[in-house]
């Protein structure tokens, strides 16, 4: 069973850090592009950041730029996401997602049918 599963979310204060995890079981992340996307109460699902299958390219939305970094280690089957200088603006369920090489072109949810269940990620003081 194809699984994905994400960890380290939580609640930190605005300026903060936190590492969000993506780990596979089931199947083997190499051969994916893999994307974190992030919906928050009332809005729509939205791309935060995508990286193709070798983890040599990497996209990001204007919102993030400069404070999130996506990486992966194909080795351990898992994919990253460092978000630094947290804003309370960033306080969602953060979802990873995998998928085809369009998913890390157009970075859009739907461009996957693999997710995880989500970690919560509040920013607040």
């Known amino acids: 069973q194809l699984q994905l599963v994400e960890s380290g979310g939580g609640l930190v204060q605005p300026g903060g850090s936190l590492r969000l995890s993506c780990a596979a079981s089931?199947?083997?992340?190499?051969?994916?592009?893999i994307g974190w996307f992030r919906q928050a109460p009332g809005k729509e699902r939205e791309g935060v950041s995508c990286?193709?299958?070798?983890?040599?390219?990497?996209n990001y939305a204007d919102s993030v730029k400069g404070r999130f970094t996506i990486s992966r280690d194909n080795a351990k089957n898992t994919v990253y996401l460092q978000m630094n200088s947290l804003k309370p603006d960033d306080t969602a369920i953060y979802y990873c997602?995998?998928?085809?090489?369009?998913?890390?072109?157009?970075?859009?949810?739907?461009?996957?049918?693999?997710w995880g269940q989500g970690t919560q990620v509040t920013v607040s003081s």
């Open positions: 997602a995998a998928g085809p090489p369009i998913l890390f072109r157009l970075c859009v949810p739907q461009e996957s049918n693999n």
């Open positions: 089931g199947f083997t992340l190499n051969y994916y592009a």
């Open positions: 990286i193709n299958s070798r983890g040599d390219s990497t």
